[in-house]
């Protein structure tokens, strides 16, 4: 598929249905798809006591943004397989904390390549202020490169 291509009909749903109800560790996290096409992935958890830091005030742990960037990273280049049938296996993640959150994460990844066998994404994890504005605030960036089986 190429950039000019349209989002194959029904993938979003399906891909919406394995994240938020069959995967035991996303369902458990609450995770939800917020937004999904070609090149382009966007998930929520939102917050809950059970996945904060033991600080007052809470604030939610680490390893949920990594796991959002992981996912939505892998997620967005899943997408620009020909067949979505294939796979993405993560080769290398990195993870740059910025802020505290104590609020829902929201990770934005989009596609930086997709290539034969590898490909990376660039991922932005953001969450409301904690002055309880509707203004949001990046707490985490990352970057995922993958094996992608075509």
Same mark, same amino acid.
């Given at each position: 598929?190429?950039?000019?291509?349209?989002?194959?009909?029904?993938?979003?749903?399906?891909?919406?249905?394995?994240?938020?109800?069959?995967?035991?560790?996303?369902?458990?996290?609450?995770?939800?798809?917020?937004?999904?096409?070609?090149?382009?992935?966007?998930?929520?958890? *939102?917050?809950?006591?059970? $996945? %904060?830091? #033991?600080? &007052?005030?809470?604030?939610?742990?680490?390893? +949920?943004?990594?796991?959002? /960037?992981?996912?939505?990273?892998?997620?967005?280049?899943?997408?620009?397989?020909?067949?979505?049938?294939?796979?993405?296996?993560?080769?290398?993640?990195?993870?740059?904390?910025?802020? *505290?959150?104590?609020?829902? $994460? %929201?990770? #934005?990844? &989009?596609?930086?390549?997709?290539?034969?066998? +590898?490909?990376?994404?660039? /991922?932005?994890?953001?969450?409301?202020?904690?002055?309880?504005?509707?203004?949001?605030?990046?707490?985490?960036?990352?970057?995922?490169?993958?094996?992608?089986?075509?």
């Amino acid at each position: 598929m190429s950039d000019d291509e349209e989002f194959p009909p029904g993938v979003a749903e399906v891909i919406r249905e394995a994240v938020e109800n069959q995967h035991g560790y996303l369902s458990w996290l609450n995770t939800s798809v917020d937004d999904i096409d070609w090149g382009r992935c966007v998930l929520t958890v *939102p917050f809950d006591d059970k $996945l %904060t830091n #033991t600080q &007052e005030p809470p604030t939610m742990h680490g390893g +949920i943004a990594a796991t959002l /960037i992981d996912t939505a990273g892998g997620l967005a280049l899943r997408t620009t397989l020909d067949e979505f049938d294939g796979g993405v296996a993560t080769v290398n993640l990195n993870v740059n904390y910025l802020l *505290p959150a104590s609020g829902d $994460l %929201t990770a #934005t990844a &989009e596609v930086v390549r997709s290539g034969s066998t +590898i490909g990376v994404s660039d /991922i932005l994890v953001e969450s409301p202020t904690p002055d309880g504005e509707q203004a949001r605030e990046t707490v985490a960036v990352g970057q995922g490169a993958y094996r992608l089986f075509r």
